[in-house]
Nanobody, 119 residues
Framework: QVRLVESGGGLVQAGESLELTCKIS??????AGWYRQPLGKQRELVAT???????DYLDSVKGRFTISRDNTENTVYLQMKTLKPEDTAAYYC???????????????WGSGTQVAVSS
């Protein structure tokens, strides 16, 4: 059973930065992804990273967000720069696999970490 613990969220002003951390218990994971869910909206996939470090991003965060992983610590990070009010959401990490160009989450969900960006 994979356990995911997200942290690092907070309230910041537009243009500022945050780094989210996801501690993952269990076996080595092939791939991981960060999702976000704004209040009252559907969850969306923000960034993924495979076992080789290949990354993929939602168009609206390209150039501002960076996903990375530390395999020795079983941790995944999401560095977020130049934050915008529309980045406000609860952020969740998952583990999964990448098949072709698609990421498939196969872990459960952690409790998430809240990011709020004021204008």
């Amino acid at each position: 059973q994979v356990r995911l613990v997200e942290s690092g969220g907070g309230l910041v002003q537009a243009g500022e930065s945050l780094e989210l951390t996801c501690k993952i218990s269990g076996n080595i994971f092939p791939a991981a992804g960060w999702y976000r869910q704004p209040l009252g909206k559907q969850r969306e996939l923000v960034a993924t990273i495979n076992r080789l470090g290949r990354t993929d991003y939602l168009d609206s965060v390209k150039g501002r967000f960076t996903i990375s992983r530390d395999n020795t610590e079983n941790t995944v990070y999401l560095q977020m720069k130049t934050l915008k009010p529309e980045d406000t959401a609860a952020y969740y990490c998952t583990t999964g696999t990448v098949i072709g160009a698609d990421y498939h989450a196969n872990s459960g969900w952690g409790s998430g970490t809240q990011v709020a960006v004021s204008s």
